[in-house]
């Protein structure tokens, strides 16, 4: 059984100020983990992905991830925020059969 | 080179009406896979595909539901009697092989009315 959870639903933060979205995640085994963005009517973006290799995992567009397995967390960071970075993110657990978290929507203040 | 592509992009049919949902995977990919994300909720599982096997399809709701790919490629997914609750955007995604990472396609929008 797998699972992840977002721990907020909405994160409002000012341009050019540090981004932190929370996710913790259940698995039976060794999980892959995920981070998708999905822009207003876009389609979903893979951002950055976890196979256990390196714990701290870069993505795209400045965003990188750490995973702690004690803790079993896999928040996404990113130093300074951009405008372009609005948008939904999701939080991602599996191999196949993906688990989606319920999604955190980041707005980005001017 | 080509992401993958879903038709059509918006769908509006009548409760109790069969659809067809269409996804064209990137070239190359031999597992293919269909979520439903209803509105302010992540996407949910229903089923994926090896080749053109169904090899996991534990994620559909009921028998409503089917879906198929008979050359390995284009995947249709149908829903027959139709209910509002369908109401979703369906995605539709693919990988090289299973387990890798999955792209996905910018989606159909069902309304049930």
């Known amino acids: 059984a797998q699972s992840v959870t977002q721990l907020d639903s909405h994160v409002s933060v000012s341009e050019g100020t540090p981004v932190l979205l929370r996710c913790n995640y259940s698995s039976s085994y060794s999980p892959s983990l995920f981070w998708y963005v999905q822009h207003p009517n876009k389609g979903l973006q893979l951002l950055l992905k976890?196979?256990?290799?390196?714990?701290l995992v870069k993505g795209i567009n400045g965003f990188e991830a750490e995973f702690k397995k004690s803790e079993t967390s896999f928040h996404l960071t990113k130093p300074s925020a951009h405008m372009s970075d609005a948008a939904e993110y999701f939080c991602?657990?599996?191999?196949?059969?993906?688990?989606f978290g319920s999604g955190t929507r980041l707005q980005v203040q001017p | 080179g080509a992401g993958v592509s879903q038709t059509p992009s918006n769908k509006v049919t009548e409760k109790g009406k069969y659809v067809e949902l269409r996804c064209d995977p990137i070239?190359?990919?031999?597992?293919l896979y269909w979520y439903r994300q209803s509105l302010g909720q992540g996407p949910e599982f229903l089923i994926y595909f090896q080749g053109t096997g169904a090899a996991d399809d534990s994620g559909l709701p009921n028998d409503r539901f089917f879906a198929v790919r008979p050359e390995g490629s284009v995947s249709t997914l149908k829903i027959q009697r139709t209910e509002r609750g369908d109401s979703a955007v369906y995605l539709c995604?693919?990988?090289?092989?299973?387990?890798?990472?999955?792209?996905f396609g910018p989606g159909t929008r069902l309304t049930v009315l």
């Open positions: 976890y196979t256990s290799a390196a714990t």
């Open positions: 991602v657990v599996g191999r196949r059969a993906l688990t």
């Open positions: 995604a693919s990988s090289l092989s299973e387990g890798d990472t999955q792209y």
């Open positions: 070239s190359g990919h031999t597992a």
